[in-house]
Structures are given as C-alpha cells and as structure tokens.
C-alpha cells in the first residue's frame, strides 16, 4: 500500500461519514424510519442495496475461492437474477398488501403466531453462526492479506481488522437504521463494480486473455467422468455438484434467500410502493448477474496464472500440504497486480462490500428481535423505546458474532462449503412453507406451522451427524449414516423439500380450511378488484422487457458454459 492509496481510501471515508451524519440527522423517531426507512426508498436505493447487501467477505473469499479451485460449479448460485424477479412480480404484492415489518410476521398473518416464533429463532440463529460470524472472519483475513500485516502492536493483525470493522460498522447501523444502509449502499455499490471490473480486466490482461483462460481452465478435469473447470452441468455421477442437484438444490436455496429471507426482503419492505419495490427488484436482478464475473471468474483467472507460473513458485500461496490456497485468490490478485492509487480504489470495494453487508445483517437482526419478540410481549412500548431496543439488539448481535469467530476459525479452508451446507438444510421448510401458503388456499395455519417445524428437525439432524461422523473414527454403515451424511447435500435438500410440502399438505388436508377473511389479499385468488388494479397499475411494458432481458443473458450463460 502507497501513499496514493490511502489518500484513496481517506476520500472513501469521509464520503461515507458524510452520508451516515446526513442520515443520523434525519428524524428516525419509530420503528418504520429506523428499520424501513419510513417505506420511502425508490428503485435505485432498494436495488443497490438488495446487491449491496448480498455480496459480502463469503463472496470475496469464498467464491473467489470456489472459481480457483472447482472452476463453475458455484456458479448457478451466483447467476440467479431470474430468482429476485420472481420477488418482484409474485411476492412483492402479498408483502406490501400485508404491511409487515418482518418475515415471520408475515408467516403470522398467514398461518399462526407459533409460525412466525419458529422462522425468526431459526432466523436470528443462523445470522449470528453464519452470516455475521462468517462475514467478520472472512474480512478479517482479507484485510490481512491485502496490508500484508501479520501483528501490529503485538496482536494478530486479524483480530484488529476484524473487530474494527464490525464496530465502524455497528455504529453507523445503530444510529442511522435502515437508512444507513440505503444510502451507504448507494455509494458502495458502484465502488465495489469498479474495483472488481478492474481486477477482472487486469487479471485477463497479466494471463493473456479470456481464451487463455478458457483453455487453461478448460484442461483441468475436475472429476473421473471428463468435466473439466469450465463446465457448468456435470455429470449426475460427480460426487459434489451433481448437474441435477445443483439445479434443484440452487434453486431452492435461491427461492428461500431471494423470496423468504428478512435479510434481503427487508430492502423490499423499504419501498414507497409497488412500483418501486418491484423496479428496485429488477434493477437488483441485473447487478446480480455481475457477481459470477467480477469474482468467480477473477478465482478462475489466479488458478490459470498459477498453473502458468508453476515454475517460478506459482502464483498463489501454498498452504501447509503444499496444496494452493484457493481462498487467497482475489485477495493475492489485489496484491500482486494492482498499480498505486487503483489498489486503494479496490480496497474501498472490498470495504463496501464488508461494511454493507454487515450493515444489513445487524438492522436485520435486530429488527427480527425488536418486532418479532419484543414487541410481541410488550406490546404498548413506545416508538422511540423500539428503537433503542433495535439500537440494543445490535450491539448484542455484534458480541455474540464476535464470539463465535474463534470456532469459525477452525472452518476457514471450506468457508464456503460450510455456509452452502447450513443453507441447504435451512431453506427446504422455510421454501415449502412460503410457497404453499401463497399458492395454495387450503394450507392451514397447523400445516405451515408443521412444515416449518420438520424442516427445522430434519436440518438440525442433519448438521449434528455431519458433525459427529466427520469425527467418528469408524461409524460403520447404516440407513441413518447414509441418509443424514452420505447422501449428496444438493440431492439431500432436493428430498428434504418434498418431504416438507408433503408434510404440509398431509397436515393441511387433516386440519380444517382457513376463512377466507383470515387468508384475504394473501394468497393468489383471494385478492380484491382494488388490490389487483393496483398491482397492475405498478408495472408497464418496459418492467417485463427488462424482466424477460434478464431471463435470456441468464439462459445464454448456461447454454455457453454448459
């Protein structure tokens, strides 16, 4: 790092603390300016910060990491603009209709309060083990690669990096809420595009070309049946990303994080109305298109110019079994290739996309706690008191992320594995019991409930067994060893969906029908003509030429990796 790209990152800065004063001055005196944003963001605020707010350390790390070392296999997680639209045009609706602040609140009014007491435990559990924990550790090997400081005043360099980003983040999250983390993305996200277009064509440039790579790449088989790096649908047979269950897996991964999750559905919430909501969706599913190529392809690229420079050393940092190390990929293009000045710039990237992330993830959080418990016991609190106890929970969020670091550590060489391994198992009850209940009229607040419930069951055996038989010294065979931790994870969630609609649907059947008031405006068919004309009154022509836009680059990336 040179003076140039301090100067950089001091300008990043003081932009950023410019707009978090701007936006603490702002009158935030409820519960919907300081977790909404008073429900006025327009398209551009929500899309960025729907983009902003997904791409965070697991994607500088992680699938930068996943491209050096399987190539396109996480790729159809990546490429999944297609799933914010179907947010846009069929949830969208039911979400604003509803008026609710969370997820589970809107699982209440559909089903039950039981419902919506299962999704946020299960919600504000996983964001405190995964997402927040995942995020700081991930940065703070970042930031340690990047500076290249191993200690600084006798402490890990890690531990400074890591902590001092949670808590500049924390700080602009509590006081400024919701807004903060609109407008702060605003600012980011064309940050992070540029610092990544960047590495992207310098990368290219040092290897000698897109083909180059493809070539490369290209020759490297990454299984026994003949599919190399560069294929996106593999053989049925490969035992990590079989083509079916990547398909099938992805998509309900998708279906649950794109549709379901508080995490990302909050900036929907934000809306002034459909109309904005549904555009900020569209304008988020085209950014979402990007992240295959501004960091999947960058790790593609470091392996290439590893295999290159074989050698002379190689290009990337071995680990102590003399394998690669995959997840250094973008940080070490950062290092090695970037000029004065443009490294700074990519920095203040990988900054926005820390910080941004983070930021969701606390008002998320802490959001979930304040409306979904707090509230819920103690009803008649002020506005003002929600919002210090939203203010309260973030700061809790923050330690408890901050805890879990040390057992994240342990983890850190399948980052990656480990979060889409969580996810599978966490999504298939949550997925089933969001998309029956808006499809189907007849499901029952006991179907839901019990949906949600095995799903929840089923995920939490599963991640134990994984657990113990990774460690069991000779588990043997057995039909619960080869259901709970043989079975590929892509086809395991792919069975674990269907049995949570089936379970749904046999409760469903089982329990009497819900009235009509009960399940009005929230389930296709049982809206009003008002309700409807005013879906219809929120999108024109030029939302669904977009939408079928994003449909087909979406269609031409798999036909030109398949």
């Not at 269907?498 to 389930?523: D, R």
């Not at 005013?534 to 990796?561: M, P």
């Amino acid at each position: 790092m040179q003076s140039l790209d301090w100067v950089v990152i001091g300008v990043f800065c003081c932009a950023l603390i410019g707009i978090i004063v701007w936006v603490v001055k702002q009158k935030q005196n409820n519960s919907a300016d300081y977790f909404l944003g008073g429900r006025d963001a327009t398209w551009i605020a929500i899309g960025a910060s729907i983009f902003a707010s997904n791409i965070g350390s697991e994607h500088l790390i992680g699938l930068a990491g996943a491209g050096a070392s399987s190539g396109m296999a996480m790729a159809h997680w990546e490429i999944q603009g297609w799933m914010i639209l179907i947010l846009g045009w069929v949830f969208v609706p039911f979400y604003s209709r509803s008026m609710v602040y969370t997820m589970p609140e809107f699982l209440e009014r559909r089903y039950n309060p039981q419902s919506r007491t299962i999704l946020s435990i299960i919600s504000l559990v996983s964001y405190v083990l995964t997402k927040v924990a995942v995020t700081v550790y991930a940065g703070g090997l970042v930031f340690q690669q990047v500076f290249g400081i191993e200690e600084l005043w006798g402490i890990d360099f890690f531990w400074i990096a890591a902590i001092g980003l949670v808590l500049i983040t924390a700080l602009y999250t509590i006081f400024g809420g919701m807004k903060s983390v609109l407008y702060t993305s605003v600012l980011q996200t064309p940050i992070l595009l540029l610092g990544s277009l960047i590495i992207l064509v310098l990368g290219l440039k040092e290897l000698g070309g897109w083909e180059k790579m493809m070539e490369i790449a290209g020759a490297h088989t990454v299984n026994e049946f003949g599919d190399s790096m560069t294929n996106l649908i593999r053989s049925n047979s490969d035992p990590n990303f079989p083509w079916l269950g990547a398909l099938i897996g992805s998509a309900i991964i998708g279906f649950w994080y794109w549709c379901t999750d508080q995490f990302i559905v909050q900036r929907v919430l934000s809306g002034k109305n459909q109309k904005e909501a549904r555009r900020g969706t569209i304008f988020g599913a085209y950014l979402k298109l990007l992240p295959v190529f501004l960091f999947l392809i960058p790790g593609m690229i470091a392996f290439a110019l590893h295999q290159q420079s074989l050698g002379d050393g190689g290009f990337l940092p071995m680990l102590a079994n003399g394998a690669p190390n995959a997840d250094a990929a973008f940080p070490t293009l950062v290092a090695k290739l970037l000029p004065a000045g443009v490294k700074g710039l990519v920095v203040c990237g990988i900054l926005a996309a820390l910080m941004s992330s983070l930021a969701s993830l606390f008002n998320s959080s802490a959001m979930l706690f304040t409306i979904d418990f707090y509230k819920r016991f103690k009803p008649k609190t002020s506005e003002k008191k929600l919002v210090v106890i939203g203010q309260m929970a973030t700061v809790v969020i923050v330690i408890l992320g901050i805890l879990w670091i040390p057992i994240m550590r342990s983890v850190g060489d399948v980052l990656y594995t480990y979060l889409q391994d969580v996810q599978s198992v966490l999504a298939p009850g949550i997925a089933a019991a969001f998309l029956l209940g808006i499809c189907w009229k007849r499901t029952t607040a006991k179907g839901g409930q019990w949906g949600l419930l095995s799903g929840m069951i089923i995920g939490l055996t599963r991640l134990g067994a994984k657990v113990y038989y990774s460690n069991a010294a000779d588990a043997g065979s057995s039909l619960f060893k080869y259901l709970f931790y043989d079975l590929n994870w892509l086809f395991f969630c792919g069975w674990m969906f269907l049995f949570c609609i089936i379970v749904v649907i046999l409760v469903s059947l089982a329990t009497p029908a819900p009235s009509p008031e009960k399940i009005q405006g929230l389930v296709f068919g049982t809206s009003t003509p008002e309700q409807r004309a005013e879906t219809r009154a929120s999108w024109n022509k030029w939302d669904v030429i977009h939408s079928v836009i994003i449909l087909g680059i979406t269609v031409a990336f798999y036909i030109y990796f398949w």
